[in-house]
């Protein structure tokens, strides 16, 4: 993580940042001597170490004690990914400063439209109160999450002194900040400021009368920031990386270089439609196609039949034959073998994860850890070969996991001779280090646990287990948690500090909680408004056509297919790009939330309607009854029917069975998108050329026409299931009314006409009724 943020801190000619280190500071020190920053000239790391700061704020100390600091300064934390211009909020703190000495911050925040942002990352709901007029922050509170209701005081002062004032909660923290030279001396006269945002930030808010001032500075709307500082926020930088969101740091720019692993030197990473990212020594078997969102490092390989999805796949990993990855991260020299299910997981280096092992959502396995074959681990599980060691302080930074890459910069599989040497190494390191902490943390092999590494015995049965040899010595007195791992897998379960709630916000795993509708559409109207403000495709004209977002969509391989169709048909177009959304929601499984958010997003930035995109949701639906039209992209044939149903009786009855079941796992869905009577009389206009292969399904190959003598019975359906109301069936047969011939043949057929003329009996009966009621 630190990569990203010095690689950014470059980027804005910054001459000099300095690194504070507290736990693993050596590990660090180690990293950053190995990578191209110990001798870059443009700018200069320094590392501080101090294993006694528990704190933000007693760092701050110690640098202001060293005197390291003479004027202005950027302060971030060191997980931060942003591509934001650092010029422009220098000039607007120093031009604040040149005003008023008292302006001694200047906080950047991103605006955010909707909540869903927050809880995508993890974060506490914020609350911020601004000056209107200069934007000077009077107010900062972060609310605390999981109350049924959220309060913010705020104080009736606020608004008698001043002309305007801005209560806003759209506001999130960048944990980006320039400070001025008097910040370093309020931490040293105030040791009760520990945290910055909590404590600094409500402190100086709180003692106005000392007159120090602190402001916001809003970063524009194609601008990126985000702090990788839990779990669910990796997840969701992750995946805004791989969507290009914060170019140029993308993969395939290939910027980063791995410090601290020369042997493996700069990535080599290239881009191809669907976001999807592989180096050049990826092996793939000939059925393996990876899905979209997807980044997978060299000298991985991928058996026959597997499928990786949404998910980041390091280096030298070794991928079975029909092994399902979804939304999950799999480090450097990971084995997995045939069979194995992976959702939304995180697997770390050297792990094996036996045959037909199915990992859960949330799960965590650890460095070196063996599940055994066909051995299921339950969501949100965290094992170690570490073991939990009873009564430690939670609150301690050595709880971090031990990294056996991190400390010499490569890879190291368990069984190899540089992992063996590595704990030598990282052994006699501990001993010469001056720490008072205690020493069971640090010797595992005198106190039997550790919350850095594993015992040395823990550590010889795990790479036996790993490469299937039998235990032997004193590796057979090693006892792993077989409910946990398997009889044949090694590690230890970790019980979370996390209640329930904090457990699901905080997971690696997508949030469980849901949106409301009017939540949902607010969150694909931001996304909308995000992306039009970068461009459509903003990130392709950034990287000079290299590829990039939906903008590619538009043109490249889809422009052969326009042509095939009868030109740029924008109508041809549009249904495509609302077949293929929904196809890949369904293929991935997405829940109903998730795919109104897509589609939602879709329809905006193609200045569409809800009934367009319900219209061609429908179409998708019904020819999944059938084979696949012509074009379908290949990664969705298997949702197809490989054979058509047979032109009789059964077939039909086959046919409407299937719909059947597909209306009633979306109806929701087209509820959702039909808004009116209006909207619904589209769909069944729809519907009419759907079966009778007019307009933009000309081209499907007769596929519709299979649903021609059907159309009554899925007319009665959509009614059945709430998507088309009685008012819209009579209002599309009364505009059938006065058309052609041939524009009446559904409206006419026998059973549609028997349908309709119960329908309007049904009304006329309610209509007595009320009449029936009135005059009573």
């Given at each position: 993580?630190?990569?990203?943020a010095?690689?950014?801190?470059?980027?804005n000619d910054?001459?000099?940042a300095?690194v504070?280190c507290?736990?693993?500071?050596?590990?660090?020190?180690r990293?950053?001597?190995?990578?191209?920053?110990?001798?870059?000239?443009d700018?200069?790391?320094?590392?501080?170490?101090?294993?006694n700061?528990l704190?933000?704020?007693?760092?701050?100390?110690?640098?202001?004690?060293?005197d390291?600091?003479?004027?202005?300064?950027v302060?971030?934390?060191?997980?931060?990914?942003?591509n934001?211009?650092?010029?422009?909020?220098?000039?607007?703190?120093?031009?604040?400063?040149?005003?008023?000495?008292?302006?001694?911050m200047t906080?950047a925040?991103?605006p955010?439209?909707?909540?869903s942002?927050?809880?995508?990352?993890?974060?506490?709901e914020?609350?911020?109160?601004?000056?209107?007029?200069?934007?000077?922050?009077?107010?900062y509170?972060?609310l605390?999450?999981?109350?049924?209701?959220?309060?913010?005081k705020?104080?009736a002062?606020?608004?008698?002194?001043r002309?305007?004032?801005q209560?806003?909660?759209?506001l999130?923290?960048t944990?980006?900040?320039?400070?001025?030279?008097?910040?370093?001396l309020?931490?040293?006269?105030?040791?009760?400021?520990?945290?910055?945002?909590?404590?600094?930030?409500?402190?100086?808010l709180?003692?106005?009368?000392?007159g120090n001032k602190?402001?916001v500075?809003?970063?524009?709307?194609?601008?990126?920031a985000?702090?990788?500082?839990?779990?669910?926020?990796y997840d969701?930088?992750?995946?805004?990386?791989?969507?290009?969101?914060?170019?140029?740091f993308?993969p395939d720019?290939?910027?980063?270089?791995l410090?601290?692993s020369?042997?493996?030197?700069?990535?080599?990473?290239?881009?191809?439609r669907?976001q999807r990212?592989?180096?050049?020594?990826?092996?793939?078997?000939?059925?393996?196609?990876?899905?979209?969102?997807?980044?997978?490092?060299?000298?991985?390989?991928?058996?026959?039949?597997?499928?990786?999805?949404?998910?980041v796949?390091?280096?030298?990993?070794?991928?079975?034959?029909?092994?399902?990855?979804?939304?999950?991260?799999v480090?450097?020299?990971?084995?997995?073998?045939?069979g194995?299910?992976l959702?939304?997981?995180?697997?770390?280096?050297g792990?094996?994860l036996?045959?037909g092992?199915?990992?859960?959502?949330?799960?965590?396995?650890?460095?070196?850890?063996?599940?055994?074959?066909?051995?299921?681990?339950p969501?949100?599980?965290?094992?170690s070969?570490?073991q939990?060691?009873?009564?430690a302080?939670?609150?301690?930074?050595?709880?971090?996991?031990y990294?056996p890459?991190?400390?010499?910069?490569?890879?190291?599989?368990?069984?190899?001779?540089?992992?063996?040497?590595?704990?030598?190494?990282?052994?006699?390191?501990?001993?010469?280090?001056?720490?008072d902490?205690?020493?069971?943390?640090h010797?595992?092999?005198?106190?039997?646990?550790s919350?850095e590494?594993?015992?040395s015995?823990?550590?010889?049965?795990?790479?036996?287990l790993?490469?299937?040899?039998?235990l032997?010595?004193?590796?057979?007195?090693?006892r792993?948690q077989?409910?946990v791992?398997g009889p044949?897998?090694?590690?230890?379960?970790?019980?979370?500090?996390?209640?329930?709630?904090?457990?699901?916000r905080?997971?690696?795993?997508?949030p469980?909680?849901?949106l409301?509708?009017?939540?949902?559409?607010?969150?694909?109207?931001?996304?909308?408004a995000?992306?039009?403000?970068?461009?459509?495709?903003?990130?392709?004209?950034?990287a000079?056509g290299?590829?990039?977002?939906?903008?590619e969509e538009g043109?490249?391989?889809?422009?052969d297919?326009?042509s095939?169709?009868g030109g740029?048909?924008?109508e041809?177009?549009?249904?495509r790009?609302v077949e293929e959304?929904f196809?890949?929601?369904?293929?991935?499984?997405?829940?109903?939330?998730?795919?109104?958010?897509?589609?939602?997003?879709?329809?905006?930035?193609?200045?569409?309607t809800?009934?367009d995109?319900?219209r061609?949701?429908?179409?998708?639906?019904?020819?999944?009854g059938l084979?696949?039209?012509?074009?379908?992209?290949?990664e969705?044939l298997?949702?197809?029917?490989?054979v058509?149903?047979?032109?009789?009786?059964?077939?039909?009855?086959?046919?409407?069975?299937?719909?059947?079941?597909a209306?009633a796992?979306?109806?929701?869905?087209?509820?959702?998108?039909?808004?009116?009577?209006?909207?619904?009389v589209?769909?069944?206009?729809?519907?009419?050329?759907?079966?009778?292969?007019?307009?933009?399904?000309?081209a499907?190959?007769?596929?519709?026409?299979?649903?021609?003598?059907?159309?009554?019975?899925?007319?009665r359906?959509?009614?059945?299931?709430d998507?088309?109301?009685?008012?819209?069936?009579?209002?599309w047969?009364d505009?059938?009314?006065?058309?052609?011939p041939?524009?009446?043949?559904?409206?006419?057929?026998a059973?549609?006409?028997?349908?309709?003329?119960?329908l309007?009996?049904?009304?006329?009966?309610?209509?007595d009724?009320?009449?029936d009621?009135?005059?009573?």
């Open positions: 993580m630190i990569e990203y010095l690689e950014w801190l470059a980027m910054v001459e000099e300095f504070f507290c736990a693993h500071a050596d590990l660090i020190k990293y950053l001597a190995d990578s191209k920053w110990a001798h870059s000239r700018m200069k790391v320094t590392p501080i170490v101090s294993t700061c704190s933000a704020g007693e760092a701050l100390r110690l640098i202001d004690q060293r390291l600091i003479k004027g202005d300064f302060l971030l934390a060191a997980d931060i990914v942003s934001m211009r650092l010029a422009p909020l220098l000039e607007a703190h120093r031009a604040r400063r040149a005003a008023d000495k008292n302006a001694i906080l925040m991103k955010v439209d909707h909540a942002q927050r809880l995508r990352l993890g974060d506490s914020l609350v911020v109160a601004l000056d209107a007029a200069t934007n000077r922050l009077l107010k509170v972060e605390e999450p999981g109350r049924p209701s959220h309060l913010a705020l104080d002062a606020l608004f008698s002194e002309d305007e004032v209560v806003r909660c759209d999130m923290d944990h980006i900040c320039v400070c001025a030279p008097e910040v370093l309020l931490f040293s006269d105030n040791f009760d400021y520990q945290n910055i945002k909590r404590d600094f930030v409500s402190g100086v709180s003692e106005e009368e000392l602190l402001h500075y809003e970063l524009r709307q194609a601008e990126y985000g702090r990788v500082h839990n779990l669910r926020s969701a930088v992750s995946r805004d990386l791989l969507q290009r969101w914060a170019f140029p993308v720019t290939n910027l980063l270089s410090g601290g020369p042997a493996w030197g700069q990535t080599s990473y290239r881009y191809s669907g990212y592989m180096e050049s020594t990826v092996s793939l078997a000939r059925s393996t196609v990876p899905g979209e969102d997807v980044a997978i490092g060299a000298g991985t390989s991928i058996g026959e039949g597997s499928r990786v999805v949404q998910s796949v390091g280096r030298n990993v070794r991928i079975g034959r029909n092994v399902d990855i979804v939304g999950s991260y480090q450097d020299g990971v084995t997995i073998q045939d194995v299910v959702r939304s997981a995180l697997v770390c280096e792990c094996v036996r045959a092992c199915v990992v859960g959502p949330g799960a965590i396995i650890s460095y070196g850890c063996v599940v055994d074959a066909r051995h299921s681990v969501p949100n599980t965290r094992i070969l570490c939990q060691v009873a009564g302080n939670d609150d301690s930074d050595d709880e971090l996991e990294s890459a991190v400390g010499a910069g490569s890879p190291v599989r368990p069984g190899s001779r540089a992992a063996a040497k590595r704990a030598a190494a990282d052994s006699d390191e501990e001993e010469e280090d001056e720490d902490d205690d020493d069971s943390y010797n595992p092999d005198q106190y039997g646990k919350l590494r594993p015992t015995d823990a550590l010889r049965a795990a790479q036996a790993a490469v299937g040899r039998p032997q010595g004193e590796e057979a007195g090693v792993f077989a409910s791992v044949n897998g090694a590690g230890y379960v970790w019980d979370p500090r996390e209640g329930p709630a904090d457990l699901d905080f997971s690696i795993a997508p469980t909680t849901s409301t509708a009017e939540d949902e559409a607010a969150a694909a109207d931001e996304a909308a995000a992306a039009a403000a970068a461009g459509t495709g903003g990130a392709d004209a950034q000079g290299g590829g990039g977002g939906r903008g043109g490249g391989d889809d422009s297919a326009d095939d169709e740029h048909d924008p041809r177009v549009w249904r790009e959304t196809l890949r929601c369904i293929k991935m499984r997405f829940d109903v939330s998730n795919v109104v958010i897509e589609l939602n997003g879709l329809k905006i930035a193609e200045d569409r809800f009934a995109c319900a061609y949701m429908l179409t998708a639906l019904l020819n999944l084979p696949p039209p012509p074009r379908t992209p290949s969705y298997p949702l197809f029917k490989t058509a149903p047979e032109n009789s009786k059964e077939g039909q009855l086959q046919l409407l069975r299937g719909f059947k079941q209306l796992d979306w109806r929701d869905l087209l509820q959702r998108f039909l808004k009116s009577e209006d909207d619904q589209e769909l069944l206009l729809t519907l009419e050329e759907y079966c009778s292969c007019e307009g933009v399904f000309e499907d190959g007769g596929g519709g026409a299979r649903y021609a003598p059907l159309f009554a019975h899925l007319l359906q959509l009614y059945d299931a998507v088309v109301g009685e008012d819209a069936a009579l209002a047969a505009e059938k009314a006065a058309a052609d041939e524009e009446r043949k559904y409206v006419e057929q059973d549609v006409a028997r349908f309709l003329e119960w309007r009996e049904e009304d006329d009966d309610e209509e009724d009320d009449e009621e009135e005059d009573d």
